[in-house]
């Protein structure tokens, strides 16, 4: 008889493994791996979908059984104990056993488990699924239950997933080289979105170039050649009056036409306006849900603080978008054999490494060069 009951005893250490390995196995995996899962049409993704869709069911199916299981063991080794060594044993043998089920029950199952989440989870996705059916009216009772609880207390029934969760998995994808240096700075950037405000990111109202909505289309050419803009503001009466935006295109198509007395006014579009204190992903909906590419800023009184555009917003994700016909500080440029643009921040250490040239270094930048070289005006 004894020999029957340790055979039970071993049974029902294997079941409890089983259930502290599932209980891990199915916890860690994720809803990315499980997507993937499905995608391959792997055996018993449906399955583990459908358990991860109502955690709480599974978890408390797993413990409800585990409990039982781990429950009915020390009550074997009770018997055993006190049926071979008498009362006095069975103590010490109920001590033997916490140890057993901890080190064989308990943390190596899991460990394995933890180990291999994916491949588990799929193995034994379909029997505790079944299972979870079979104890439902218990599941159905208990997380009454505990909801109950839960909500006298005041506590939160689901776990929430915050901004804070996902910089940690980037940041943690990043160190296991799973995501690029740029990946990571464009996602965290992206994240951060919410926190800027329009008013950070815009040009100012001063530098805004414009054009006045009663200038002929004829004479305003050579005004997107000289700044290389797609569009321009136009104003009525003062720059700070602005009506409206023209667009490159419609200036080509017009100029096609022989249309070169008609007015700015006459092809312009209505501008956009956003308050200052708008956030720039609210900004971005914005610029998709209009198709825009420039929308002006204005304060509580109405009046223009600056513009902003779609760049300026991709600028704030995947950082400076340079120009081709940009000039970069720092950059110098061969254009042909005779030609070469500096920009003014370039330093002189570069200035003379490229000319093979000794400009004393005093001068930090080809711009303080220049203009401690120009004649001083006298007051």
Known sequence: MVGVNIVILIILILLSAFF???????????????????????????????????????????????????????????VIAENKFGSTGVSIAIGLFTLLILVFGEVTPKSIAAANAGKIALIIAKPI??????????????????????????????????????TSAIELGFEKRLIEPQEQAIILRALKL???????????????????????????????????????????????????????????????????????KDLSSEPMFISSHAKIDTLLRIFQHNQAHMIFVKDEKGRILGLVTLEDVLEEIVGEITDEREIVPGTIIRVDKNTIIAHGETEIKKINRFFNTEIPEKYLTLSSLIYSSLPKIHR
């Open 194 to 264: 919410h926190d800027i405000t329009v008013l950070e990111i815009m040009t100012p109202e001063n530098k805004i170039y414009s054009l006045s909505s009663q200038q002929k289309i004829g004479d305003t050419i050579i005004d997107f050649v000289k700044t290389s803009f797609t569009r321009i503001p136009i104003y009525e009466e003062s720059p700070d009056n602005i009506t409206g935006v023209v667009n490159i295109k419609d200036i080509l198509r017009s100029l096609d036409r022989k249309d070169i007395d008609r007015t700015l």
């Open 20 to 78: 502290s390995g599932a209980e891990v196995a199915l916890l860690s995996v994720s809803q990315v791996k499980i997507k993937s899962f499905l995608k391959e049409n792997r055996k018993g993704a449906k399955a583990l979908q459908r358990l991860k869709a109502n955690p709480q069911k599974m978890l408390i199916s797993i413990l409800i059984v585990n409990n039982i299981i781990n429950f009915s063991a020390a009550a074997l080794v009770a």
């Open 129 to 166: 699924e079944t299972l979870s059916t079979i104890l439902s009216p218990a599941v159905i009772l208990l997380s009454s239950f505990t909801r109950y609880i839960l909500n006298s207390l005041h506590l939160k029934t689901h776990s929430s997933f915050t901004e804070a969760d996902i």
